[in-house]
């Protein structure tokens, strides 16, 4: 499971934030010593660091620079001052990624797991039961046969592969479908899951898409 | 400066000076003074006025003449003081000092009304900053309690950090100049952005989005052009109509600059109010039967085109459509 560490000064976003991310299963640590946060940052050795800017005894991109120079761990800058000044320096500091307050959850996911996939070189495609699915292609392969999937049936597919083990919301699709600038409706939505269960039915695995009603799908 | 006018002025003087050379004339006639003596002591003295006159005149030309000419020429009269010339005469030195002493005050009243709303400015950031962190931990809560009534909570939020986005664009359209960098922005993230932000209303009005961005790179500011385009495609939804609502965003390439159009189907405005819709306070009749407004957002968004460089204007005809069209030129001045 991967570790992400919240660095936040605000108590009620430090855990609805935890909550959140552990919900999505990734463990999280919160960094409790502001004072000491380079060390302690070391040493709990995090996957990931969400960092916001306005944190006491020390300014988040300073702390950014200072981590810079010793680690390479994945930092995503969580601020509520969005001028474009900052959202520069953050990045120049080093920053993987930069959020702005009030930010929409689904979408912190989404960039969290951006960032892993990044990081992690070889998720290019992803086995389930006997087949593979390659990601860059879109295709679905096991021994005896081979199918091409549509642009939205691909982000769909590999967004219910990654999320194995629990149930995908609608929205949570359908954000992800929108952050690849398809803008689909409700109904486009159900008429694609519908597509990609007869293509994966041709192949042989009938009932893999799972549907909860009023909650959403989950890989079998 | 005129010279009659002057004359005007001064006549007592001239007056009393002239009786008094009449006067003499004719005591020296009374004492039998010989004709042509009398005759060359009036000229002299006649002459003698009129220099004394004519100079006096033109010493004061001189200083007022110049006054006034640069007044006129001024653009900005209160800077009359740097351009008038050295006083001379105990006159002049008065009304310099005291234009001077007025100046001066007048410069220290503006001093604090400047400093007074420079002071509200940033306590008004620095508010909007604050108020945004309870924003996103009711968000975050939303989330995490997905429930039902979670969702209408979720829309309100989304609403009031609206809200409070105006507040805060507003602030900086005034005096802006600090806080924005154009760089190389690209079109398809930021509508991406912007649907993504605007994504549960338009599911739930039931709008379709197409999107069709054929220009990709324009030279503006992310964070500006973000909210611009926010501002109107909450608009488009605001003022949609019951059924079969569209929401078209396409950009295209021309000659000499980029257009980025946000077309609606919307109930669209009258032909009476679309040349004010741009003014500041103005809410319409749209703004005032259909929906609150405030009238501000239109406002703020063309100040912030102005600054940025941008064209924008609005097509609409009532019940058919309303196309709000951005335009970028293409010239690199802005680059660096």
Redesign the interface.
Known sequence: MKKIMIIED?K??CN??S??LE?NNYETIVLKNFEDALNEILYSSPDLILLDINIPYINGEILLKNLRKTSSIPVVMVT??????DE?LSMSYGADDYIT???????LLLRISAIFKRCDTNTNSISHKDFTFDVSKGIIKNDKDEISLTKNEIIIFNLLLNNKNRIV?K?EI??DL??N?E?V??NALTVNISRLRSKLADMGYTNIIETRKGIGYRII | MKFLKYVKDNILNILIYFSTLILICLMLGAFKIKIYINITIFIILLFNGIVIILLSYFRKYRFYNSFVNNLEKLDKKYLILETIPEPNTYEEKIMVNSLYEINKSMIENIKLHQSNINEFKEFVEMWIHEVKIPISSMILKCHNHNEIKTQEFSNLIRRLDNNIDQILYYVRSEDTEKDFIISEVNLKEIVRNISLKNKDDLLENKITLKVNINALQVNTDKKWLEFILNQIVNNSIKYKKDNNSLIRIESVEEKEKIVLSIYDNGIGIPESDITRVFNKSFTGTNGRDKVKSTGMGLYIIKNLCNKLGHNIYIQSKENKYTKVIIEFGKNNIYKF
């Open positions: 605000e009620t976003i609805e934030l909550q959140l919900n509520s001052r969005n001028s474009e000044i520069v307050k009030p930010y929409n959850p689904t979408i919301s929205d359908m954000t929108w952050n600038d803008y409706n409700e």
